[in-house]
């Protein structure tokens, strides 16, 4: 049996769009970023799940579909998490979506460098890495790439990632 557990963060969620569950000052991409990490402890992550999944997703393609549904849906929640966090409360304003979708494709990336690496570091690690390394590139005019994307220890905000050795 395999299968991607709905609902299972909602939990999570109400208490992060509420201010909790995470730092309640970091700012929002720093504060999603934290959120994801938390969501890790409560559902759990293995390498060995994603050949698995792979292996099921091409015996199944109908799957995908729902896998993608499953997807866009975790996104909304997030989204309207984010909303509710900072007060984001104009219909018309998307930056809780962005911050959503931008931060999923940092989860993406992440992903896949974990599970390329049977023997690499925690997920977590290589996310707060990624995070550096894009906020590094938001907040410079130097188009240089850090000597380094070593994973990082655990840090809590941008300054805070901007100054991690």
Do not use: C, Y
């Not at 939990?11 to 934290?34: H, K, N, Q, R, Y």
């Not at 931008?102 to 995070?131: S, V």
């Amino acid at each position: 049996m395999l299968g991607i557990e709905l609902g299972v963060e909602d939990d999570l969620l109400a208490t992060f769009a509420a201010g909790a569950a995470v730092d309640p000052d970091l700012a929002p991409f720093e504060a999603a970023v934290a959120l994801a990490i938390e969501h890790l402890h409560v559902v759990g992550l293995d390498r060995g799940e994603e050949a698995l999944m792979r292996d099921v997703l091409e015996r199944e393609p109908s799957l995908v579909a729902r896998f993608v549904t499953a997807t866009d849906r975790q996104m909304n929640l997030v989204g309207d998490a984010m909303r509710s966090r900072f007060g984001w409360t104009d219909p018309a304003d998307d930056r809780g979506r962005l911050v959503a979708e931008i931060i999923g494709a940092l989860l993406k990336a992440t992903a896949w460098r974990f599970f390329a690496d049977d023997d690499g570091p925690p997920f977590e690690d290589i996310l707060r890495a990624n995070f550096r390394l894009v906020a590094a590139m938001a907040n410079s005019d130097s188009p240089a790439v850090p000597a380094s994307s070593a994973p990082l220890s655990a840090a809590h905000s941008i300054n805070e990632l901007e100054h991690t050795p």
